[in-house]
């Protein structure tokens, strides 16, 4: 048992390496890549931290070169999810009776993992199996992911301190218990910091869970799960399972132990859940916690005193980063007339100079997107807009998947503003832009705020003061992560907790407190020193 109330070690953001020429951390890398590129790889699932392998496999191959073989993992069914979901509950007991100091070490130590000896096996990995190129890598799997364990810890700790009041004779408590039964971690392609914190965090808080990463993701968090027992996360914590969503939705959706949902994925694949959940929400033992961040339909505003030149290379940068498969990039932007030439003119001249390929070679800005199913349904939208009336697509507009599945940064410009690509979510590298006239501000503001149902990511371009304070009130509810003069996309971890509303999620923020409140079930104690031994009070006696 504690006896010490134990000050936290000093928590602050990851620093990111540049992995510019000479570096030490490029030649790391590289040498890294050609070791993991050899392939061989055989990928179990970890289930009471035993590795489980299966007569079903998968290739692993990477987006950018889909020729080339890096391994398999080892697909499970449903019994693989209801074995998950019984050593979860078995290791339960002891892990939510263990200190928290050491839960907390546990995942400061996989920090530093993470930050140390693992930083280029799992910067590799996310390249390869992601085709994430270096920057976006080292950003994602390396930094945000130790931001998510250094920081989820000190969270923890403020949440513990968050005590009640006592007055005289009394000692009122709050017990930040974990949730009674199992919390089911399913989480996305395009970030392994993402992926790592889904479970980590309902874990952190002495939670245990069953993880299914997506399967296109799957060679990065095989690495996630080796640190996290190197760091000495018991058997059982965290149990690892590649199925199909659909499978390991069957099976928990109906577990009565069920208690809570960390999601991050589409909108559409979250609506499904929260419906059966709800179907079913009689057979659980408590009503489960439903957390789930969504797509995005992520915006840039231009107004007619904006700098054509930063307003350019926002759209580069929050547009075609990670091909556009962030779900918080540049996806639709409103850009006045006066201005319009001279946006064009520095788009062009940038994605002349940006180059499309693997990762292996670091010049590649634009890498391979996810796999076929993405490249096909990007590909159906280009052509689409270059056989429209409606738009016009006036830069890019090339696909290829002979090697990787390259779609070149593309522009769309739609003629109307509700134009398809203003509206859905296509999570590629495709822009759209809406010009309108300078002096249509406001009725172009009430169409930003009316074309798409998402409100995760906006960002606003102005050169005057008042008219920032206005857009930033009249599109208060457009987006959870709202931005002035800069790109929507690159939210740091406790420094711009992330997160939308709208069809966008449940905006809890990863990362924040109010992520890791969703993990606790607090208790109240209240405890008197000396009881009353008198019913009678004070209002009942005669005069
Ligand atoms: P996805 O919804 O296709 O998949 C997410 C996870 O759900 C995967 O593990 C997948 O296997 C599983 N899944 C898919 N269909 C399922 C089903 N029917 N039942 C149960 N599980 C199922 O999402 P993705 O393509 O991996 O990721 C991209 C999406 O994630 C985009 O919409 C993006 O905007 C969103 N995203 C949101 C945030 C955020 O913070 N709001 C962050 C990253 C990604």
Do not use: H, R
């Given at each position: 048992m504690t006896k010490a109330i134990f000050d936290l070690p000093e928590i602050t953001n990851e620093p990111v390496k540049s992995y510019a020429p000479g570096t030490a951390e490029r030649k790391e890398l590289k040498a890294k890549l050609t070791e993991f590129k050899k392939g061989g790889l055989d990928l179990p699932m970890v289930i009471d931290g035993k590795e489980v392998r299966t007569d079903k496999l998968h290739d692993i191959r990477p987006p950018h070169n889909h020729q080339h073989l890096l391994g398999h993992y080892h697909q499970g069914g449903k019994e693989h999810v209801q074995m998950a979901i019984d050593a979860a509950l078995k290791a339960k007991p002891a892990w939510e009776n263990m200190n928290w100091e050491s839960r907390a070490a546990i995942f400061l130590k996989a920090a530093d993992l993470i930050a140390g000896p693992y930083r280029q096996s799992i910067n590799a990995a996310t390249m390869l199996g992601?085709?994430?190129n270096a920057f976006q890598s080292e950003i994602d799997a390396a930094c945000e992911l130790v931001d998510f364990y250094r920081f989820n810890v000190r969270n923890m700790y403020d949440l513990y301190a968050m005590q009640p009041n006592s007055s005289a004779g009394i000692w009122n408590r709050m017990v930040w218990r974990p949730i009674e039964g199992f919390i089911f971690a399913l989480s996305p392609f395009n970030f392994t910091a993402i992926a790592g914190n889904l479970p980590g965090a309902p874990a952190l808080m002495g939670n245990t869970v069953v993880w299914k990463p997506s399967k296109t993701a799957v060679y990065s968090a095989h690495i996630i799960m080796q640190i996290l027992q190197e760091a000495g996360?018991?058997?059982?914590v965290i149990n690892l399972v590649y199925c199909s969503g659909p499978d390991a939705a069957d099976v928990i959706f109906k577990d009565k132990h069920f208690a809570g949902l960390h999601f991050t994925g589409s909108t559409k694949v979250f609506d499904g859940m929260w419906k059966t959940i709800s179907e079913n929400v009689s057979t659980y033992n408590s009503y489960p916690r439903i957390v789930g961040e969504t797509g995005g339909k992520d915006y840039v505003f231009a107004d007619p005193t904006a700098n054509a030149k930063q307003v350019a290379t926002a759209l580069i940068r929050g547009a075609f980063e990670y091909q556009g498969q962030?779900?918080?990039?540049?996806?639709r932007a409103y850009i006045p007339e006066n201005l319009w030439d001279d946006v064009l003119k520095y788009m062009k001249d940038d994605l002349k100079n940006i180059k499309v390929g693997d990762v292996e070679n670091f010049t590649n800005f634009v890498n391979a997107v996810i796999d076929e199913a993405s490249f096909d349904k990007l590909a159906k939208y280009i052509d689409e807009a270059k056989a429209s009336?409606?738009?016009?697509?006036?830069?890019g507009g090339e696909y290829d998947k002979k090697v990787g599945y390259f779609i070149h940064p593309t522009v769309i410009l739609a003629k109307k503003p509700d134009y398809v690509t203003m509206r859905e979510e296509l999570f590629g590298p495709i822009l759209t832009v809406y010009v309108y006239k300078p002096d249509e501000v406001e009725e172009t503001l009430d169409i930003l705020d009316k074309t798409s149902r998402y409100a995760l990511t906006g960002a606003i371009f102005s050169a005057r003061r008042d008219k920032i304070e206005h857009y930033t009130h009249r599109l208060m509810h457009t987006a959870g992560n709202f931005y002035i003069n800069d790109k929507p996309t690159g939210a740091v971890v406790d420094q711009q907790p992330f997160g939308g509303g709208r069809r966008s999620?449940?905006?809890?923020?990863?990362?924040s407190i109010f992520n890791l409140i969703r993990w606790a079930s607090p208790q109240c104690i209240k405890e008197t020193f000396v009881p009353a031994t008198d019913y009678m009070y004070p209002n009942f006696l005669e005069e």
């Open positions: 992601q085709s994430k996360l018991p058997d059982g962030k779900c918080s990039a540049a996806s009336g409606d738009a016009e697509v006036i830069l999620g449940t905006n809890d923020k990863a990362g």
